[in-house]
């Protein structure tokens, strides 16, 4: 009797503390003039930092929360920074976006919608209550939970939509958008399709998709913004983290070059771009970085033959011992100390994964 006692009061509790978050929730969404979801296969990050700078050049205080490459929150100045999580991604976060969103005194909030599973995009949709709610395009992926067909991803990508708002898709086939103009139609949603245009790609710090770029210059329009200031502050974007890019690692290392391969995460892929480094820079000492995930040691068996190949390799975080004690690797716990072990003319590339290293990224400037 006891233990069901106990049972009881602890599922009234839970039950307790859910129904006050989403008290605090819908609080501290009222309090934002504008909220944008990005939902779709490919393409979100992108157009969440290109809506981030159109609201930013306006003169809102925007928060931004993408979940590509690496998680970052994008802060209402503009930076990147590296969000910790203590375990697989979760519906959560959407929670706590509108938490940092009242903490940082922002009056914009632009997130990327990170549910997969049907229930969890209704869920984000919910939370959220975006004003405008982006579907960048409905290609197959995650088949298992959403569907093998364009039209079955649209449908699961619609639950996300919030009734009586405004919904931009970008690259959709017809039944696909079929799919969202009858969900529209029945939540009493503004459905808009946002017209490809090549006409802004001029000026950018990268380039985008001009697919993102004709979404974000419609949201703009939805959302009452100066167009020239928007498209200005779009231009000032920075590219995504885990951008392929040569960086100069500056500082004491002279002319010491960062190629920035670490968010290829698969040996191929990486493989490729190692060979494009080769040929760009044929006169270079190469040394390979290898980042070692804390969390997955053992994916350091997958780079093992690559990180054997360099003549030295510098290693960052947990290695097997049989690859640790290797005559060619050398171990480095934090990264800025880097100059310690160049003399300045050498290229490193950078491979294995990005996790950790965001901050540091971010401070180096590109070539």
């Known amino acids: ?10 599922l009234l509790i839970l039950l307790s503390a859910l129904l006050a978050e989403n008290i605090i929730s819908r609080k501290r969404r009222a309090r934002l003039k504008f909220v944008v979801q990005v939902n779709g296969t490919r393409g979100k990050s992108e157009t969440v930092r290109l809506i981030h700078g159109a609201l930013k050049a306006n003169g809102f205080r925007v928060l931004g929360k993408t979940t590509g490459t690496v998680p970052l929150w994008i802060t209402p100045e503009g930076k990147h920074v590296e969000i910790i999580r203590h375990g697989p991604a979760n519906i959560q976060e959407q929670f706590l976006a509108l938490r940092k969103s009242r903490r940082d005194k922002c009056d914009a909030l632009v997130v990327e919608c990170m549910a997969i599973k049907p229930e969890m995009q209704l869920a984000s949709g919910r939370i959220l209550d975006a004003d405008i709610t982006v579907i960048t395009n409905t290609f197959p992926d995650h088949i298992e939970e959403i569907g093998s067909t364009e039209e079955e991803t649209a449908s699961v990508l619609s639950l996300s939509i919030a009734p009586g708002k405004a919904c931009i898709v970008g690259s959709v086939s017809p039944e696909a958008y079929e799919k969202v103009r009858k969900t529209c139609e029945k939540i009493e949603t503004k459905l808009i399709v946002a017209a490809t245009s090549t006409e802004y790609l001029s000026g950018f710090k990268f380039i985008p998709h001009d697919e993102n770029l004709s979404i974000t210059i419609k949201a703009a329009e939805l959302l009452g913004l100066d167009r020239s200031l928007a498209i200005e502050g779009m231009k000032e974007v920075l590219p995504d983290v885990g951008t392929f890019r040569y960086l100069k690692l500056g500082g004491k290392m002279g002319n010491a070059i960062l190629a920035n391969a670490f968010a290829a995460n698969d040996l191929h892929s990486t493989s490729l771009l190692l060979e494009k480094v080769m ?43 049989r690859i640790l004690n290797s005559k060619n690797v050398e171990k480095l716990d934090d990264p800025s100390q880097l100059d310690s072990l160049l003399d300045g003319s050498e290229l490193v590339f950078g491979f294995g994964n990005i996790r950790g290293l965001v901050n540091w990224l971010n401070g180096l400037e590109e070539i």
């Open 1 to 10: 009797m006891n233990n069901i006692i106990l049972a009881g009061t602890a």
């Open 279 to 321: 040929r760009d820079f044929p006169e270079k000492e190469i040394i390979g970085f290898f980042n070692s995930r804390d969390d997955r040691p053992d994916r350091a068996a997958i780079f093992e033959t690559m990180i054997r190949s360099f003549d030295r390799t510098i290693v960052k975080g947990p290695l097997p011992r």
